[in-house]
């Protein structure tokens, strides 16, 4: 086979019935890949992003401009995931998180307290168990559907630029196209023309598992007088940030996102330095709907979003497989397309993740509370900031394990700063730690922290 022949994926994804303008997109990337682009950044490219507008700034004027926008602004939450770093299988927004209540139980009374339609990007692996947990609520289901599919692209073998081919399990050929495909899914799935066509104008994106990214009548306020095309939300940068993507702009002005697998090696300094790039991307996004049909009507269904190249194996779990290419665009990423696109600095709340065992703990602990208008927050009775939670990876990485040595739940954490637990432990009923706590247990057997416990 020639090098950089893209027809035989032309033809794999034609089979698999992927329509024409993913098809297309993903040819636009992959001869971008065979002319030898990187996606990288490099920092002499860029400038830092030094002020930026503070919605803890706003007065009461968004407010009221957002109340009265509510009705032309919908939720949609990327909700592809299957969270398999903690052993998951199904959509991780079926994870039970607070008060008995999942993710997308939430996720749903959220938009069902505010009236707002809710939108799920789905990948095949979640549709089917999303739509039917969603049942549950009947007055979500109206003229729009609940959800639209991310497409898949084939990855590419690393010395020859040919369809990945591994009979052992032929899904492993494939690979999901990051969550900048929300562009192409809106369009492919006719849902873009849906919302306008039913007088929708706003969209505000979010992923599924972060529980801090609510509408906001304030932020929606903004978005909507300042008559921006696109929006990111930020938030400041710490050490625990310098390995994510940041915000910054070309010489022009454009603001740009780069993400860590943009950056060359020799700046990985400047990268990392939470001084100089100050903002990180949330990944809670505003788009205005009829500006970007525009755009891809102008653009033919390709946005042109900057690539990420990623080095893999085709088999994940084998380093003797096949070493491929996997090609990806961020969603945020989009910023770079919008002429006067805008970014808003927001605080820490509104990015509150939960990607770990360890955060899944903190927030089903009495660190955070469920409000009447199922927000998780913060408990007010806590003084002590955000509680710091380092858990065994041998004994508490996947979410068996973690229930399985908390069968009665969270221990109380409202009075703890730090909490870590080094070897198989496992803790009783009402349990409270306090302080900086450390358990840990150096022996063969597991160790059982008795009912009432108070761990100091």
């Known amino acids: 086979m020639s090098r950089g022949n893209f027809a035989p994926f032309a033809a794999k994804m034609a089979q698999e019935g992927l329509p024409d303008i993913a098809i297309q997109t993903f040819s636009y990337y992959y001869e971008q890949l065979v002319e030898g682009q990187t996606g990288l950044i490099a920092e002499s490219e860029i400038r830092p992003v030094t002020d930026l507008p503070d919605v803890e700034k706003f007065g009461g004027d968004y407010q009221a401009a957002g109340e009265a926008s509510l009705s032309k602004a919908v939720v949609i939450k990327l909700n592809g995931g299957l969270g398999t770093s903690m052993g998951l299988s199904k959509a991780k927004s079926l994870l039970t998180v607070k008060n008995g209540l999942t993710f997308l139980d939430i996720i749903a009374q959220q938009a069902l307290k505010q009236k707002t339609p809710l939108l799920l990007m789905n990948s095949f692996n979640t549709q089917e168990d999303t739509l039917e947990s969603l049942k549950k609520y009947p007055d979500l289901w109206d003229e729009i559907p609940l959800?639209?599919?991310?497409?898949?692209?084939?990855?590419?073998?690393a010395d020859d630029f040919a369809p990945a081919i591994w009979p052992a399990n032929p899904e492993l050929e494939w690979c999901p196209p990051g969550h900048g495909d929300i562009y192409t899914a809106l369009i492919t799935s006719g849902m873009l023309?849906?919302?306008?066509?039913?007088?929708?104008?706003?969209?505000?994106?979010?992923?599924?598992?972060?529980?801090?990214?609510?509408?906001?009548?304030?932020?929606?306020?903004?978005?909507v007088t300042e008559k921006l095309p696109f929006m990111m939300e930020v938030a400041d940068r710490t050490a625990a940030d310098k390995k994510g993507g940041h915000l910054a702009q070309l010489p022009n002005g454009q603001l740009i996102l780069r993400e860590s697998a943009q950056c060359p090696d020799a700046d990985e300094a400047a990268f990392q330095d939470t001084t100089r790039h100050k903002y990180f991307n949330t990944n809670n996004l505003w788009l205005n709907l009829p500006v970007l049909k525009q755009l891809l009507e102008k653009k033919e269904g390709i946005l042109g979003l900057p690539?990420?190249?990623?080095?893999k194996t085709v088999d994940p779990r084998r380093s003797d497989s096949t070493p491929v290419f996997q090609l990806e665009t961020a969603m945020g990423s989009a910023i770079a397309v919008f002429k006067g696109a805008g970014a808003l600095r927001v605080p820490r709340t509104r990015f509150a993740p939960?990607?770990?065992?360890?955060?899944?703990?903190?927030?089903r602990s009495d660190c955070y509370v469920l409000t009447d208008e199922y927000r998780v927050v913060a408990n007010p009775q806590r003084q002590l900031g955000q509680v710091v939670i380092d858990l065994d990876s041998s004994y508490f990485k996947l979410i068996d394990q973690l229930e399985s040595r908390f069968p009665f739940g969270?221990?109380?954490?409202?009075e703890c700063r730090s909490f870590a637990v080094q070897g198989d432990v496992s803790f009783g009923r009402n349990v409270v730690v306090q302080g900086q706590a450390m358990v840990s247990?150096?022996?063969?057997?597991?160790?059982?922290?008795?009912?009432?416990a108070v761990l100091t």
């Not at 959800?147 to 073998?157: E, L, N, S, T, W």
């Not at 690539?307 to 080095?311: V, Y």
């Not at 969270?410 to 409202?414: F, G, Q, T, Y």
């Open 147 to 157: 959800d639209f599919v991310q497409h898949k692209i084939p990855k590419i073998v």
């Open 193 to 223: 023309d849906t919302l306008l066509d039913h007088g929708y104008e706003v969209a505000f994106v979010s992923n599924s598992d972060n529980l801090g990214a609510v509408l906001d009548s304030s932020i929606l306020g903004y978005f």
């Open 307 to 311: 690539m990420i190249r990623n080095r």
């Open 354 to 363: 939960v990607k770990t065992t360890a955060d899944l703990l903190g927030v």
């Open 410 to 414: 969270a221990p109380s954490l409202i």
């Open 441 to 452: 247990n150096n022996g063969s057997g597991q160790l059982k922290i008795e009912d009432g």
